[in-house]
């Protein structure tokens, strides 16, 4: 399938153009700033589909929201008209508007008008068109300091820059650019996964925030990696804000430091907690060192062995029982300690012993719940 993308070296074209490039049965053919209008024609040859991404909503001066918002879609929805009527081959167009579009801006009014020539041009000529009324779009490769409040704050608060918050409470409404690009590929293979909204369709699902909110967020990940802790980042808004917020970062702040305890038996190092359950570490343990010797009441803990071979022991607390493990880095097997066991952990190899633990608690000074016992 052979696909034009206009805007392809935009923010929505950029993250399209890589989601398409990975399916192989589409060639890609692409209209940016750098092509002029007249190209359009012959770009437009043996086209199956097309994406109309292209559109300014900052310009140096008004006429450029005529040039590359409304003039650019009617010559496009032209062509297109010409076409069917030249070879009867209808090439479906998908147009990215805006929620703005409905406003008494210049902006506004280019992408209105721009409608207006998608409906008038393709509707009246029964070929398919879908136009979708953007809200704030979010993620990867937003330009900063431009129209996206998120690539803004993301870059300043990654870099250390002040952010500017005229008001707070100033509500906004957003979509990631993965289910936006996610639902543009449904078009495209004719699965839609939309909803309708007065004749116009919609990105879902859509986050409502204020500015405040917002930033409050996203300074939070920035902390988070001081204190170690890291927020629920695995669903919804705040996994996609999370991951926008990561991809802000500069390439010197690709790797962080975090504090590393030593003493004659090895290291320990607290990796990541979390906000409820639990944190992981690892430790090192040189050969013959043993570490533990202690119970907790409620504390448990999971140990992997990744380097090394270690013999886990455990004794009740009340009976007395006993029991010992063995294991080592050919194992993938994860040794728990129970409440009420007293346990430690020996290095019994020649080399350098390497766990990965996880305690399903973060580790509080003030209440260790963590009581010597010798084994």
Known sequence: MKILITGA??????????????????????FTRHNKIDELSFLLKEVDFIFHLAGVNRPQDAEEFVEHNSELTRILCQEIVKIAKDTGRKI??????????????????????????????????????????????????????????????????????????????????????????????????????????????????????????????????????????????????????????????????FTYNIPEYRDPRGAFVEVIKTRDSGQFSYFTAYPGVTRGGHYHHTKTEKFLVIKGIARFRFRHMITGECFEVITNENKAELVETIPGWAHDVTNIGEDELIAIVWANEIFDRSKPDTIASSL
């Open 9 to 30: 070296d935009g923010f929505i074209g950029k993250n399209l153009c890589l989601r398409m490039a990975e399916d192989k049965d589409s060639e890609l053919v692409f």
């Open 92 to 253: 479906p167009v998908l147009f990215t508007s805006s929620i703005h579009a409905s406003a008494d801006t210049l902006y506004g009014k280019s992408k209105r008008i721009a409608e207006g020539y998608i409906i008038d041009l393709l509707k009246d000529s029964n070929i398919p068109a879908y136009i979708y009324r953007l809200p704030g779009v979010f993620g990867k490769w937003a330009r900063p300091n431009y129209n996206s409040v998120v690539a803004t704050f993301c870059n300043n608060i990654a870099r250390d820059l002040p952010v500017s918050i005229n008001n707070p409470q100033q509500e906004i409404s957003l979509v990631y650019i993965d289910d936006v690009v996610n639902i543009f590929i449904s078009i495209l293979k004719q699965q839609p996964l939309c909803e309708i909204n007065d004749g116009f369709l919609e990105v879902t699902p859509t986050y409502n925030t204020t500015v405040g909110e917002l930033a409050e967020i996203i300074q939070g990940f920035k902390h988070n990696r001081e204190t170690l802790i890291i927020d629920r980042v695995g669903s919804g808004f705040i996994r996609a804000l999370y991951s926008t917020f990561i991809s802000y970062l500069p390439v010197e702040k």
